[in-house]
Nanobody
């Protein structure tokens, strides 16, 4: 069974940057679409971005377009989310998740079978 572990979260000032990592173990990431989701306190889980098996990328959240970049390194079994120009509204727990359907057509969390434990991102001065 695929296991995912996120890292890279932390406290950053507005305008700062962070790079989140999602490392897979026990199976290869190559056959999964990998999505990044986030959940802010008191809010529903939101799809942020996704990298498909064919290296296509999708940014579901309009608010992150131009600021976040998703990438995958299959050799390292890792997907990254580079976040720049961070804003207080980016504060959330960020999760990566794997979809065996291989594409990013859906951001329905129910279609993502494997989830990491999440990493906290706090953007505050």
């Amino acid at each position: 069974q695929l296991q995912l572990v996120e890292s890279g979260g932390g406290l950053v000032q507005p305008g700062g940057s962070l790079r989140l990592s999602c490392v897979a173990s026990r199976w290869t990431l190559e056959t999964y679409a990998i999505g990044w989701f986030r959940q802010a306190p008191g809010k529903e889980r939101e799809g942020v971005s996704c990298a498909s098996v064919s290296d296509g990328v999708t940014y579901w959240a309009d608010s992150v377009k131009g600021r976040f970049t998703i990438s995958r390194d299959n050799a390292k079994n890792t997907v990254y989310l580079q976040m720049t120009s961070l804003k207080p509204e980016d504060t959330a727990v960020y999760y990566c998740a794997a979809n065996p359907r291989r594409t990013c057509l859906s951001q329905n969390p129910a279609e993502y079978h494997y989830w990491g434990q999440g990493t906290h991102v706090t953007v505050s001065s």
